[in-house]
């Protein structure tokens, strides 16, 4: 069948084996870091999966064909390829069905097919509908998406998603240049569970700390298993989302981070900055106006996501014999 889920043949093995795995967005490859920073990460993160025992399936878009772990060499391409799409739900069949530019807001139904066998990184809402395809029952991010600040109606698809995909999720809150009180009433809204991974605060991304409060704290991989069974058992359909602070050495001060996303949301309003290109942009001028200490917050928070993320997979298959 043409544009299939293609799956790798060892992660197929670890889900029929019941291994414990760990989803991997792209979007951060192709949009989140430049060359060849981009690639670095995505290797580091799926190298402290494997350490904590799991195996990382790096999901993405390759020549047309949604991919579900990722070779070396794939990874390498998709990483260096900075004509890839931004690969969100909505986008997944029509990128799969056309191979056309979506992502540039091409006309399909024109027959703008100007980019056969695209790449393309997937978001946190195309990877979680991906990786629940596959069987796989924990992701790793490293924010969410949201509402946006000033905008409320500009709601990312990461939260219906959340809202309608039994996938656990783990992550650092949502990006903190979105509206993180409105995020917060969406995903309450929509039934999605919000727990703190040894925090009593949904973190704000860069910082730990947001003054917002999570449903429940949990202090260990064991109890967050113990609620995804649960969960399952009662048959409900939306995600676990698992917020986890950015370790204390790499957090980036609250009052700095709003003093540098005030500025960014002000320069991005000035020159009309908006849609898919918002959030980068933001990310952007957030790195800049921090001197580079947005990065290393974002890059340690990645990691310690995946190593989080990783050990949750282990506790849901206690009896796992994968090697490390």
């Known amino acids: 069948m043409k544009n299939r889920l293609c799956v790798a043949h060892e992660i197929t093995q670890a889900i029929a084996a019941g291994q414990p795995i760990v989803a991997l967005e792209s979007a951060l490859v192709t949009h989140g870091f430049a ?5 670095e990460i995505a290797q580091r993160m799926e190298e402290a999966v494997r350490e904590e025992g799991a195996l990382p399936a790096t999901i993405a878009v390759l020549s047309g064909e949604p991919r579900v772990g990722l070779s070396g060499d794939e990874l390498a391409r998709l990483a260096s390829d900075r004509t890839a799409h931004k690969v969100s739900l909505r986008d997944l069949p029509l990128v799969l069905a056309q191979g056309a530019n979506v992502a540039q807001g091409a006309n399909v139904a024109q027959g703008a097919n100007v980019a056969q066998g695209a790449n393309g990184g997937t978001t946190v809402a195309a990877t ?11 992701f790793a991010t490293g924010g969410i998406g949201g509402v946006h600040r000033g905008h409320p109606e500009d709601v990312s698809a990461d939260l219906p998603a959340l809202g ?16 993180l009180p409105r995020t917060l009433e969406y995903l309450e809204t929509h039934g999605v569970t919000v727990i703190g991974y040894r925090t009593d605060e949904f973190p704000a991304f860069y910082s730990r700390n947001s003054g917002l409060g999570v449903d429940a704290r949990v202090e260990a991989p064991e109890e967050v298993a113990r609620v995804a069974q649960a969960r399952t058992e009662l048959g409900l359909l939306s995600a676990l989302l698992i917020c986890v602070p950015v370790p204390a050495d790499d957090e980036l001060p609250t009052g700095e981070a709003e003093a540098a996303i005030g500025r960014a949301v002000e320069e991005a309003e000035a020159a009309g900055v908006s849609g898919k290109a918002l959030t980068p942009f933001l990310l952007g001028r957030m790195v800049e106006l921090t001197g580079g200490l947005a990065r290393r917050a974002n890059e340690s928070l990645l990691l310690n996501n995946a190593r989080v993320a990783a050990r949750i997979a282990r506790a849901l298959y206690p009896a796992s014999n994968l090697s490390t």
């Open 35 to 39: 060359p060849p920073a981009n690639l």
């Open 128 to 138: 979680m509908h991906l990786a629940h395809r596959a069987g796989i029952r924990v």
């Open 164 to 179: 309608s995909i039994p996938i656990i999720t783990v992550c650092a809150g949502a990006k903190a240049i979105l509206d």
